[in-house]
């Protein structure tokens, strides 16, 4: 069956190519219309999931340091994300907490994460016990020097 | 005297917007390309990204230009203005727009009415293999030799079949002056079909077409430069300015390609009903131009669609369509336009 569908000699337009050379055409011109693919990513991120089902997929972009309903931050210098970190990007400077500070004995005086360092793996916002810091859907940070890298606590509660 | 200042000012004006084309085409070229894959492309640089050839000249300008060791410095300089220069001074001939009256005196549009016309077209372009295979062999580099090797077969192959195609041209207008061709086309048939010397030789034109993408080195006869194959063909040693002079050669090779194929096949720079061919006015010389532009775009676009729809031809596939298929099919319509030419000697 196969064999003697070998030997049928194609019509002339298509050994010679004249046929696919028409769909070809006909195709790019057809791809030229479409809409396109592209995300512009810095501006837009990209939501692979439909709108409903996007609360499934989180995007982890740069951290942020919540604060409370008083603006102070929300940290308890427990060093818990400190230790979770598996790229050892974060360095907390612990200190007792001011006076105000009724619900706690520390908070971080210092704050640094190294974005060169970090993998955005999301384990310090799951080591977190009081939702201090979590990942926010900004992306990656651009600078000109390796200093620049390294954010600091108000830096980080801006964000 | 002031004809002479007129005739400076007009070869001056069509050289300098010559010269803006390659850049826009660059533009197009990427645009298109990348919606035809589904893609944005260049948006960054400008609104809708049209300044990005302006910072490809300015990223090729400041680029150090290499010179490799082992190369014969000379030639290897000289190679990109052997692509570039031919390819410039062949749209010397094209007639761009209708005969335009100034200030008392008759103005042709078209930088030079040679004697020989067509023939000097071919001659200058077939000067930009040189420059193809002096660059490739200077380069002292096998792909490169490779790729100079390949344009040398390639551009003697497909001028044959050009020629042919061309001389069919000839022999159905009877002349070789470009001007007196495409006044030739001016009229209409039946009063709505143009005259076009494409309609007359419909099968001179998909050889002369053919035969004109594998003069320009572009897919699907990228065979020269084949990425995929040698690095980068010829130009692979080649950085910075020198490059990028290959680079616009290319881009200029196109464009007085397309204006030659619409010259000879598709009426030049006349459209019945809306440029009158012998009015001498300003506006009817403004609309001619503008039709000659709307046409050798067309071609261009043509061009850069077929680079993104086609895969590249082996070197067989090349050798074979050139030699035993575009030849032959030249050389019988060749025969059949001599029957023709002389039906009333012969019948």
């Known amino acids: 069956m196969s064999n003697q569908k070998l030997n049928v000699r194609e019509p002339w337009y298509i050994r010679w190519g004249i046929l696919g050379l028409l769909k070809g055409i006909a195709l790019t011109i057809k791809h030229f219309f479409r809409p396109k693919f592209t995300v512009q990513y810095p501006e837009v991120t990209h939501t692979p999931l439909p709108k409903e089902e996007a609360h499934q997929w989180k995007p982890r972009g740069q951290h942020r340091l919540n604060v409370d309903e008083q603006g102070r931050v929300k940290c308890v210098a427990c060093l818990l994300c400190q230790t979770a970190c598996p790229s050892h990007c974060i360095e907390i400077t612990p200190g007792p907490a001011p006076e105000g500070y009724g619900d706690r004995d520390k908070y971080p005086i210092e704050f640094k994460i190294d974005m060169l360092r970090c993998i955005y793996c999301g384990m310090c916002e799951e080591a977190c016990p009081c939702d201090a810091i979590v990942l926010t859907d900004k992306p990656y940070p651009v600078t000109y020097s390796r200093e620049g890298m390294i954010f600091n606590k108000e830096k980080l509660m801006q964000n | ?347």
């Open chain 2, 1 to 347: 005297m002031s004809s002479m200042v007129l005739d400076a000012g007009k070869i001056l004006l069509i050289f300098a917007v010559f010269m803006q084309i390659p850049p826009l085409l660059i533009y197009l070229e990427r645009k298109i390309c990348a919606f035809i894959q589904d893609r944005i492309g260049p948006n960054r640089v400008g609104p809708f990204g049209i300044l990005q050839p302006l910072a490809d000249a300015i990223k090729l300008i400041t680029k150090e230009s290499i010179t490799p060791k082992n190369v014969d410095v000379f030639l290897y300089t000289v190679a990109p203005l052997f692509v570039m220069v031919p390819a410039a001074i062949s749209f010397a001939v094209v007639p761009v727009g209708a005969d335009v009256k100034l200030w008392g005196h008759t103005l042709q549009l078209q930088i030079a009415d040679f004697h020989v016309g067509i023939l000097f077209f071919l001659a200058i372009t077939s000067l930009s293999v040189y420059g193809l295979t002096f660059g490739a062999w200077a380069s002292n580099n096998k792909y490169s030799l490779y790729g100079g090797i390949r344009s040398t077969a390639q551009m003697i192959s497909y001028e044959v079949a050009m020629g042919l195609a061309v001389i069919c041209v000839l022999m159905s207008s009877g002349t070789v002056y470009l001007r007196e061709m495409v006044f030739a086309q001016s009229h209409t048939y039946f009063g709505f079909l143009p005259a076009w010397n494409v309609f007359h030789q419909p099968l001179a034109f998909v050889i002369f077409l053919i035969a004109a993408f594998a003069e320009t080195n572009r897919l699907p006869f990228d065979l020269p430069e084949a990425e995929s194959e040698l690095v980068g063909g010829y130009h692979t040693e080649y950085s910075g300015m020198k490059f990028a002079m290959f680079f616009m050669g290319e881009y200029m090779a196109m464009i007085s390609m397309s204006a030659i194929m619409v010259t000879l096949f598709f009426g030049g720079w006349t459209l019945p009903g809306v440029v009158d061919a012998h009015s001498t006015t300003v506006w009817n010389a403004l609309l001619s131009v503008v039709v000659f532009g709307i046409k050798t775009g067309a071609f261009l676009i043509f061009f850069i669609w077929i680079r993104w729809t086609l895969p590249r031809l082996r070197y067989d596939q090349l050798m074979k369509l050139g030699w035993k298929v575009l030849i032959p099919l030249a050389l019988m319509n060749l025969f059949f336009t001599a029957i023709w030419g002389l039906r009333d000697q012969i019948f």
